[in-house]
Nanobody, 121 residues
Framework: QVQLVESGGGLVQPGGSLRLSCAASGSIFRINDMGWYRQAPGKQRELVAVSTSAGSTNYADSVKGRFTVSRDNAKNTVYLQMNSLKPEDTAVYYC???????????????WGQGTQVTVSS
């Protein structure tokens, strides 16, 4: 089993910054993609940013130029630096990791419990 533990959410004023962290632990052989999704009230969960095992990154158009995803493979941790936050960034942010538990096992999708980010004056 794999656990993803997020931290760093909270309340911030428009234009402010927050940094989210997500550490994976448990039965981990290899992590492929690792990233962040968000879900606002009444909306579907959407991709925010992802870091692939090959070192590339992908971002939602709405956060390009403001958010940066990074990862520390030695610590099985992914980060999301969020700058110039807007009220429309308000959502529950979920960490996601695609993990295999052994050499012969398939990759499975794991989720964190979510952390609330509220952007409001």
């Amino acid at each position: 089993q794999v656990q993803l533990v997020e931290s760093g959410g909270g309340l911030v004023q428009p234009g402010g910054s927050l940094r989210l962290s997500c550490a994976a632990s448990g039965s981990i052989f290899r992590i492929n993609d690792m990233g962040w999704y968000r879900q606002a009230p009444g909306k579907q969960r959407e991709l925010v940013a992802v870091s692939t095992s090959a070192g590339s990154t992908n971002y939602a158009d709405s956060v390009k130029g403001r958010f940066t995803v990074s990862r520390d493979n030695a610590k099985n941790t992914v980060y999301l630096q969020m700058n110039s936050l807007k009220p429309e960034d308000t959502a529950v942010y979920y960490c996601n990791a695609v993990v295999k538990n052994s050499w012969s096992a398939p990759y499975y999708n794991y989720w964190g419990q979510g952390t609330q980010v509220t952007v409001s004056s």
